[in-house]
């Protein structure tokens, strides 16, 4: 008897959620109207599907995103192949469920920061599984150069469907991600059918690596994605008598790469902080690594100007911010590096105490 209750309440959540997640699909493809002409917009509907992921597991959610799928092709969709029906409308919010893999590791967690933990990669891993659906059926049935978006004709079919795609998934990855975490802080029963085991004082920062991660991922893929685009469209041919050759702005390609380099950072530091050993003093390291080597650049750019009598505006700009964040960072390294080693000391000083 109990379980056929738990069957039908189950069932009944699916049924609600997977309507309000419609409703919010449907809310944010009229915001988006006119950016996205090609198809997608930036929202947060696969929250209905991540919230049945963590309270109901993977079969629940996977059942609430096809359902929110068939929704959308009952009231509208455009078809040329029953694959690409499937790639761009069935399967999309239905993979996010994958994240009800996660469900048990949420369930078992003994701190809110490893529970936010959870809800992040789940919210990742789900929305790049949306993103592949996407992808794929953009590389196979919209990959005609003359009907890209944002005047990218030129551009790789591969490389345009990955930036088309990330542009409006990156985001919604990002804004559902911060939904699960304040429903975490604020109504943490919503994402659970098992009761709430409150704990101590201890466990109220754990929460802050996990942020501190995410953000540097979504600042770093933002850089990343933007100035990809802006070094590819700096492409330029030339030709001098019987030479040829090509070129590409540098400042765009740096900027890229720091935005690569950053989201390798946060993804390193997440791990780190899943497996318990987050280290706020290596994340600082790594960051002033980062901010040294633009400063650098920015520094030799600036010099190179000069030498060449060029306008040298952009790079004195370039300069001051990147000298300020260097010095931030750096300073709360070494702070941070102090208070480390004084605990050290500490905790030596008081096992010879002991002894």
Known sequence: MKNTSNTVRTITEVGIIAALGFVFDTLQGIISKGVFVNGGSIGF??????????????????TTGLIMGLLDVATGAYIIHPLQ???????????????????????????KGLRVTWLIVGAVVGGLAKFLSHYLAGVIYWANPEDFAWELNSMNPYLYCFIYNIAFIGPSIVLTGGILVALEFMAPRILTNKPIIKEGKTDKNDYVP????????????????????????????????????????????????????????????????????????????????????????????????????????????????????TIAVATTLIILFIKERAKIKEEKRKEVSNI
């Open 45 to 62: 509907a696969m929250i209905a599907v991540l919230i049945i992921a963590y309270r109901r597991g993977v079969l629940a959610a996977l």
């Open 210 to 325: 996990s942020i501190i991660s995410i953000i540097t991922m979504a600042g770093g893929a933002f850089l990343f994605v933007f100035f990809l685009i802006k070094y590819i469209q700096s492409f330029a041919d030339y030709k001098d008598g019987s030479a040829y050759g090509y070129d590409f702005d540098p400042d765009s390609l740096i900027v890229f790469v720091v935005g690569l380099s950053l989201i390798v950072l946060g993804a390193l530091s997440l791990f780190r902080n899943i497996k318990d050993k987050f280290s706020y003093t290596k994340f600082f390291a790594g960051l002033t690594m980062i901010s040294l080597t633009t400063f650098i650049y920015g520094l030799a750019r600036l010099i190179r100007t000069y030498v060449k009598n060029k306008d040298h505006t952009t790079y004195w700009i370039w300069f001051a911010i990147t000298i300020t964040v």
């Open 85 to 111: 029906l499937l790639l761009d409308y069935i399967l999309p919010y239905a993979v996010v469920g994958v994240a009800g893999f996660f469900k048990p590791l949420y369930d078992k967690s003994n701190s």
